[in-house]
């Protein structure tokens, strides 16, 4: 069964605290990994997506990787701004719907 | 602005009513979506379209109906059927290419639904 699992749950950093967020997969045929920004009461933004193992995207403090069992999330230096719920998921090569996890709440504390 | 626009923002209804959620995309997509968000949980698709006149069921459409009768528009019914209705309703649109459905989904604000 195609799943994604995210962890941790939920991650409270102080600004310029570097960390990752991860997001494991199991997929038959991986298509693609997206990743997404959620914030409190809106509709998520896309942010990433990423193809095939060794691939690697970046915008401002953040970047993102994949390998074949799961991708991360690195950020750098964060700011309360980053404060926002990350959102994964992953499309498979035999059903073009997305699988969603259920998301890492980050909060960045000035 | 191009974007994707959900109303109401906030609805409440009583139990055995059906209520309808607008989704309305000038983005010019092809591919629609309805998806429910409930706290601790993935997304979870209802319904999707490719195509105007026609759609397809998702993982829980139970309870659910849609439409597609113009490109720009994918309103979502959520009817007395629905045993658990209360929940977050996110719409999304994406580009189709060569008749797949691309994973850069643009969503709309959400529509919070509360069962009274």
């Known amino acids: 069964e195609d799943q994604v699992t995210q962890s941790p749950e939920a991650l409270r950093l102080q600004e310029g605290e570097s960390s990752s967020l991860n997001c494991s997969y199991t997929?038959?045929?991986?298509?693609?990994l997206f990743w997404y920004r959620q914030d409190p009461g809106k509709g998520p933004e896309f942010l990433f997506t990423l193809y095939s193992a060794g691939e690697e995207k970046e915008k401002e403090r953040l970047k993102a990787t994949l390998t074949k069992k799961e991708s991360f999330l690195h950020i750098t230096a964060p700011k309360p701004e980053d404060s926002a719920t990350y959102l994964c998921a992953v499309q498979a090569r035999s059903n073009y719907q997305l699988i969603w996890g259920a998301g890492t709440k980050l909060i960045i504390k000035p | 602005d191009g974007g994707i626009t959900q109303s109401p923002k906030y609805l409440f209804r009583k139990e055995g009513q059906n209520v309808t959620l607008s989704c309305e995309q000038n983005l010019n997509h092809d591919a629609m979506y309805w998806y429910r968000q409930d706290p601790g949980q993935g997304l979870r698709l209802i319904y999707y379209?490719?195509?105007?006149?026609?759609?397809q069921k998702g993982d829980i459409a139970e309870g659910y109906s849609v439409s597609r009768e113009k490109k720009e528009s994918f309103p979502l019914t959520v009817t007395s059927a629905q045993k658990n209705p209360t929940a977050f309703y996110l719409c999304a649109s994406s580009i189709v290419l060569r008749r797949t459905n691309t994973g850069e989904l643009f969503f709309g604000e959400g529509s919070r639904l509360t069962v009274l």
């Open positions: 379209s490719q195509i105007v006149n026609d759609f």
């Open positions: 997929v038959s045929g991986l298509r693609g």
